[in-house]
């Protein structure tokens, strides 16, 4: 199976769940915190008008997809990578040893909404979590040192994020070297969507993406055919 997708001009990690978790045993023993993150349709759309974004998705350790629609329009047909990205595997895979070896998390949001919503689906599906703090960009009045430093004295294993993409992004861009932890998982607002929408509102807006991503792709097909023609 191929381990690397092409799509949009973009390289993303085409991994099982099982090969995945292989780079997070590794990830442990780094010096510095090593960046996952779920790569959504959505994403994938705002990164063809945010080369900034674009950057920070092509520099991550390890590009967990958790859209379906991406596996179908990079042309993967293996059921297996369908149905572990339907069902959200790595998550689930990730959390379950995360508990079981006794990892500490920090979480971390946009708003307290996000972080409060982010913390009772954890305490009620991994009641053994050690969470050792929160934090809510909202809360902050000035620069970040004081949520760097904040996460810094929990000294987490794992920081989650549901920070909305862009800004996810450019949070961890600016604040990667200061944090001391070991991994950083962005679930992005995917986490959000899922747990705080409608199944019909999420399915409206999905099918906009699909659009919106199908235009993008033909007319990434079509200029990359005109350049190999020259």
Not at 20 to 31: D, G, H, K, R, S
Not at 36 to 44: D, G, K, P, Y
Not at 200 to 219: C, E, S, T, Y
């Amino acid at each position: 199976m191929i381990k690397k997708l092409e799509i949009l001009g973009m390289s993303l990690d085409n991994y099982t769940v099982r090969e995945a978790m292989l780079q997070i045993e590794v990830f442990w023993n780094n010096t510095m915190i090593s960046a996952v993150e779920n790569i959504s349709m959505e994403t994938l759309v705002k990164t063809q008008t945010d080369e900034l974004l674009k950057t920070c998705i092509e520099n991550l350790d390890l590009a967990i997809i958790c859209d379906k629609e991406i596996l179908k329009a990079a042309g993967v047909k293996s059921a297996q990578r369908v149905r572990e990205t339907v069902e959200n595997s790595f998550f689930k895979e990730f959390m379950k040893r995360i508990v079981r070896n006794r990892r500490t998390v920090y979480l971390l949001g946009d708003t307290s909404e996000q972080t409060g919503l982010l913390q009772s689906f954890l305490s009620e599906t991994y009641g053994q979590l050690k969470i050792t703090g929160t934090y809510s960009l909202s809360d902050c009045t000035g620069d970040y040192d004081t949520i760097i430093n904040e996460i810094n004295i929990a000294a987490p294993d794992v920081i989650l994020s549901v920070i909305p993409t862009p800004k996810q992004e450019y949070f961890l861009k600016e604040q990667k070297e200061k944090l001391n932890a070991k991994i950083w998982y962005g679930l992005g607002d995917h986490y959000v969507e899922r747990r705080g929408v409608s199944e019909v509102a999420g399915f409206a807006r999905r099918l906009i993406q699909k659009g919106i991503m199908h235009g993008m792709l033909l007319r990434y097909n079509k200029k990359d055919n005109e350049d190999k023609d020259e």
